[in-house]
């Protein structure tokens, strides 16, 4: 059985939610935006890279992400994490300094290991992140559908950097849709 990775026929019209949380991350002064590459975060991605008051940093792991924004804070600067949740699993260690050092701590996570998902190497971490956040001291809120993004974004974005709260957005497989991938 061969199994090939058929690309995703494109919407007719872009998704406008990743539009909000660029408007967001703005409105609350984001200046770094630590990501592992992921086609559910391409749209933010460019938007982030194409915006000069904006420092996009392309990571090999996503717990380097959350050192980076550490220091961005030290530094006096905000940050957000993009990341997907295969990689929540690599920063369990790491979520320790959001406690240790108070700094206010926002990710945006793609999901993956739910609605569709055709790769059973992506449910178990999929199907834990939740947990793993909420475990770590991490508030979770979660957006599933494209109306409800900018309301949990914003919320997210408001406890993070105005209430100090460590807040991770999981962003539904169902919102980014499922790859497709044909036998």
């Known amino acids: 059985m061969h199994v090939r990775n058929e690309p995703r026929k494109a919407p007719e019209t872009e998704p406008t939610w990743p539009d909000d949380i660029f408007e967001i991350l703005q409105r609350f002064d984001v200046r770094q935006v630590p990501y592992v590459p992921d086609a559910g975060h391409s749209q933010l991605i460019n938007r982030v890279l194409a915006e000069r008051s904006m420092r996009a940093v392309s990571l090999t792991t996503e717990e380097e992400g959350i050192a980076l924004l550490a220091g961005a804070w030290a530094g006096g600067q905000r940050g957000a994490l ?5 990689g929540v699993g690599n920063c369990v260690n790491m979520f320790s300094l959001t ?3 108070r700094f206010p701590f926002l990710t945006l996570v793609t999901m993956r290991g739910e609605w569709g998902e055709f790769n059973p190497w992506q449910v178990p971490m999929g199907s834990t992140t939740a947990g793993v956040f909420e475990l770590s001291g991490i508030k979770v809120l979660r957006a599933s559908h494209a109306s409800e993004v900018r309301e949990v974004v914003e ?3 408001g406890q993070a950097y105005n209430a100090c709260t460590p807040t991770a957005v999981l962003l ?7 790859k497709v991938f044909v036998k």
Not at 82 to 86: G, K, R
């Open 155 to 157: 919320a997210a974005a």
């Open 172 to 178: 539904s497989q169902r919102l980014i849709g499922a």
């Open 82 to 86: 993009l990341m997907q949740s295969s």
């Open 99 to 101: 406690q240790i050092f």
